[in-house]
């Protein structure tokens, strides 16, 4: 059974930076292709990046671009998010997901059968 605990999460001030760190126990952890979702208030949880299994191959979702870095460390089984410049937003809950090879090359809800827990990022003056 896969585990994700999730850290990092916290109170940062708008154009502040912030890194999240993801470790998957229970399974191979390069069986498993890795990302990132977030939840607002009220809303669905979207995709926000996605790393394949060398971690060679990212995606990101448009509004993060070029603010936001995914990266894994096989060695540590673990996956990152960096996020720079973020914006004033109310909280939001991100969750790191895994995905078997089943689904390589969809980065939708359904393509991850593993969730984190979550972690809440607030960004606020």
């Known amino acids: 059974q896969v585990s994700l605990a999730e850290s990092g999460g916290g109170l940062v001030q708008p154009g502040g930076s912030l890194r999240l760190s993801c470790e998957l126990s229970?399974?191979?952890?390069?069986?498993?292709?890795m990302a990132w979702f977030r939840q607002a208030p009220g809303k669905e949880r979207d995709f926000v990046a996605g790393?394949?299994?060398?971690?060679?191959?990212?995606r990101y979702a448009d509004s993060v671009q070029g603010r936001f870095t995914i990266s894994r460390d096989n060695a540590k089984h673990t996956v990152y998010l960096q996020m720079n410049n973020l914006t004033p937003e109310a909280p939001v809950v991100y969750y790191c997901?895994?995905?078997?090879?089943?689904?390589?090359?969809?980065?939708?809800?359904?393509?991850?059968?593993?969730w984190g827990q979550g972690t809440q990022v607030t960004v606020s003056a």
């Open positions: 790393v394949d299994f060398s971690g060679d191959t990212t």
């Open positions: 229970g399974r191979t952890f390069t069986s498993y292709r």
């Open positions: 997901v895994a995905g078997s090879r089943v689904y390589t090359g969809l980065w939708t809800r359904g393509a991850f059968s593993d």
